[in-house]
């Protein structure tokens, strides 16, 4: 455990140090820094941060079943701008589990993510960014609202825009502590994820995702599910969200879900 720690702990002050060096140019400051910057609903994230000294909320609530199990998660995530280009987002979720599962209500794993918009407009990548995270073990591993386990991530973002078209694609590795009977020790992931608008204040996402096959004790086949649904913008500062998520492949679990994204302010 104490591995996997240090390497979160050295990954994310290693990001903050570059993108600190390099966020001081305030000329990367975005142009509009209180309308909000949606990352939910979909799995995948996009490039875009914070303004810094800025605060934006995102918070929903999702319903999972599969084979008869209930899960009904509450996703929060609070973000703060840093410095030009850089984000610090914590996150966390109350959750409780029925149907054929022992009902049981309690917190779920908690993490941090320090998101770095490395390049803008680039060839290929378009705008890119390096989000390095650290998950905590606060769940129970008993009932299921944990892994047991300190993982540390990085995720890798690739974002393009054509007006009010927005695409996407994430690319993700997981690296857990444990002996790998709770949870696999190495997870890899990726998304390609689609906005656009419908009318007025009306828009559109939709997301294929998958998490490839594991390995281990705890090691699963491989998922691959669409996520798709309606946003809308009730202030240029607060987006709804609502939609529903589909397995294709694998035990991911069929999903509804509901939220809003808040661009509270300047600290």
């Known amino acids: 455990m104490v591995a996997p720690l240090a390497v979160g702990i050295a990954a994310l002050v290693m990001v903050a140090s570059a993108a600190r060096a390099q966020g001081s140019d305030s000329s990367a400051a975005p142009e509009k820094p209180h309308e909000a910057q949606p990352e939910r609903p979909t799995v995948a994230t996009h490039a ?69 918009r490395a390049l803008e407009h680039a060839p290929v990548l378009g705008d890119f960014a390096l989000q390095p995270s650290l998950k905590l073990p606060a769940g129970s591993e008993s009932h299921g609202t944990g892994t047991g386990t300190t993982d540390v991530g990085l995720l890798l ?8 078209y927005a695409l996407d694609l994430n690319a993700g590795y997981t690296r857990r502590s444990g002996d790998g009977t709770q949870a696999p020790k190495n997870a890899t992931l990726w998304t390609v994820s689609f906005g ?29 599910a669409f996520l798709t649904g309606p946003t809308f913008a ?11 998520i589909f397995p294709l492949t694998g035990a991911q679990p069929h999903a509804l879900y509901a939220g809003l994204t808040w661009n509270i302010g300047k600290l």
């Open 157 to 164: 973002i690739s974002s393009h825009d054509w007006g009010d």
């Open 196 to 224: 656009a608008p419908v009318y007025s204040k009306l828009g559109w996402v939709a997301e294929l995702y998958g998490y490839p096959r594991t390995t281990g004790p705890a090691g699963e086949d491989g998922i691959v």
């Open 48 to 116: 875009g941060t914070v303004a810094p000294g800025w605060v934006e909320l995102e918070a929903g609530v999702e319903r999972d079943h599969l084979d008869g199990a209930h899960v009904l998660l509450t996703p929060t995530v609070l973000k703060f701008g840093i410095v030009p280009r850089v984000q610090l987002e914590l996150l966390g979720s109350f959750q409780h589990l029925s149907g054929t599962i022992p009902d049981y209500s309690g917190i779920g794993d908690v993490s941090a993510a320090l998101k770095w």
């Open 234 to 244: 009730i202030e240029k500062w607060i987006v709804l969200d609502a939609g529903a």
